[in-house]
């Protein structure tokens, strides 16, 4: 098992755009991917979430430029074991998520935001 989390952008940090994650593996403690700041522009495709079944694949916390400043993919990964595989927290918005796999998840995609699409096509 890895670190605490396998890519971690912490609160409060402004000017973000961009984060690509594709093809990784991810075997942390409490999150494969966890974005705590206003994050445009990314795309989670094709990789393998085995964080351990306390911890989450993916926890967007504050998502919400997505329909404002650019588009938010999540598609094509495996999430494998764990209590939550994708959160998309209250502030986020125009996420898209769809073709992803779910092994053994207490929870697929928690969805408190507004605006988000879970499962079928693009909207």
């Given at each position: 098992m890895g670190d605490d989390?396998?890519?971690y952008v912490p609160p409060n940090i402004g000017g973000l755009d961009q984060l690509t994650v594709l093809g990784?593996?991810?075997?942390?403690?409490?999150?494969?991917?966890?974005?705590?700041?206003?994050?445009?522009n990314t795309l989670f495709s094709a990789n393998l979430f085995i964080v351990p079944n306390t911890g989450r694949g993916i926890d967007l916390q504050r998502a919400y430029l997505y329909s404002a400043a650019g588009?938010?993919?999540?598609?094509?990964?495996?999430?494998?074991?764990m209590v939550t595989a994708i959160t998309l927290d209250h502030a986020s918005t125009g996420a898209n998520i769809q073709?992803?796999?779910?092994?053994?998840?207490?929870?697929?995609?928690?969805n408190l935001g507004t605006g988000n699409t879970v499962g079928g096509g693009t909207p």
């Open positions: 989390y396998g890519i990784s593996q991810f075997n942390c403690a409490s999150g494969g991917i966890y974005v705590g700041s206003s994050l445009s588009g938010g993919t999540i598609s094509g990964n495996l999430f494998d074991n073709s992803n796999e779910y092994s053994n998840d207490s929870t697929m995609v928690k």
